[in-house]
């Protein structure tokens, strides 16, 4: 920035300025990097240091957020892949990774608004459904002060748009730039790896077994499942009340049959279920991949949450698909660059 007379701050150059030699070409070079830094600000989703959460608020970000409560694992991982630590001091009764999130503090929106004023957090962040089921407590914490936000990215450049929202909140803009194009230089690498398999194998992707349901088309699990070299059998699914779980039914499914080569579950919370239950639901066996015992669970955290653990999953899924695929290894560009301040952890 350039300083004005008083002491105040200017971003861009006065056209008052004595123009000393250089001088000129020394503001015309910081304009062209702010108007850079603007543009690329406002393609990531918010501008400058203003963003809107996915509810609608609009926040002014005038310095980044120091005491967070998160009340999704999905943010609390992500806070932790950029860099936090100490910062946070409150997470969901859910959290299972990274392993020092279970050391943290839990707060669930089933608490009393006082346990949340005695933490004195500075942001507390959410997701949309809990906005919905939750608003008095909500609008209580608004209320004291607190700074409420609500993220829930649903595809691959929302997840981009999200990271780099979160870096802006908390003073991490360079280490959410470098998770962004690690994990994009990544994908990259699995694209190429699968791109001359044929044929390709078809899946079908299921999400809630005993209501038989899949994933939407446009979910992050069948862009995991397309990513890995994969063909969704269920492009006619259609998601549920905005979710990126689509009703589809047994019906459907046994239309399909003869194509499923490879029968993937989600396995979690959401779907408890074994691939002897697949196996022996009534009528599956007359799916290909039950004949051929090709039915695989893969563990829900890694194909439903926004976080790099995506890319794991993409993985895990390409190696079921093509077993004799070679794969790179992923590039620590996941990682945040260490703070040579803080020594090196064994």
């Known amino acids: 920035m350039f300083h004005e007379p008083g002491g105040k701050e200017s971003l861009f150059c006065s056209p008052c300025q004595d123009i000393r030699p250089g001088f000129l070409r020394r503001c015309l070079i910081h304009t062209a990097w702010m108007l850079i830094y603007l543009a690329a600000s406002v393609a990531g989703g918010f501008c400058a240091d203003m963003i809107t959460d996915d509810m609608g608020r609009k926040i002014t970000v005038k310095a980044p957020f120091t005491r967070i409560i998160s009340l999704y694992p999905g943010h609390t991982e992500n806070l932790f892949s950029l860099g936090l630590d100490s910062e946070i001091i409150g997470v969901s009764p859910s959290e299972t990774y990274p392993e020092k999130a279970l050391s943290k503090p839990v707060f669930s929106y089933h608490d009393d608004l006082e346990k949340f004023l005695a933490a004195r957090p500075d942001l507390v962040l959410i997701r949309p459904m809990i906005d919905r089921g ?76 005993d209501r038989m349901k899949t994933f939407s088309p446009d979910s992050m699990a069948i862009f995991a499942v397309e990513t890995a070299g994969g063909i969704n059998i269920a492009t006619d699914a259609e ?88 794969l790179r290894a992923h590039a620590s560009v996941f990682l945040p660059t260490p703070d040579p301040s803080k020594g090196v952890s064994d």
């Open 239 to 326: 998601p549920v009340r905005g979710t990126n779980i689509a009703a589809y039914g047994k019906e459907r499914i046994l239309s399909h049959a003869a194509e499923i080569d490879v029968f993937l579950a989600q396995s979690g919370p959401m779907n408890h279920v074994t691939v002897e239950t697949i196996q022996n639901e009534p009528g599956f066996s007359v799916i290909r991949a039950v004949q051929t015992r090709q039915i695989y669970l893969i563990d829900e955290v890694l194909v439903s949450r926004p976080t790099v653990r995506l890319f794991e999953g993409i993985r895990t899924i390409a190696k079921i698909l093509y077993p004799d695929l070679m």
């Open 134 to 209: 939750y608003a008095r407590l909500l609008a209580n914490l608004e209320k004291n002060g607190i700074t409420v936000i609500s993220l829930q990215p649903g595809n691959l450049d929302e997840i981009y748009r999200y990271w780099q929202t979160l870096g802006v909140l908390i003073g991490k803009e360079a280490e959410s730039g470098r998770l962004v194009a690690g994990f994009k230089e990544s994908l990259e690498s699995i694209r190429e790896s699968v791109r001359k398999i044929s044929p390709r194998k078809k899946v079908y992707f299921e999400a809630i077994h």
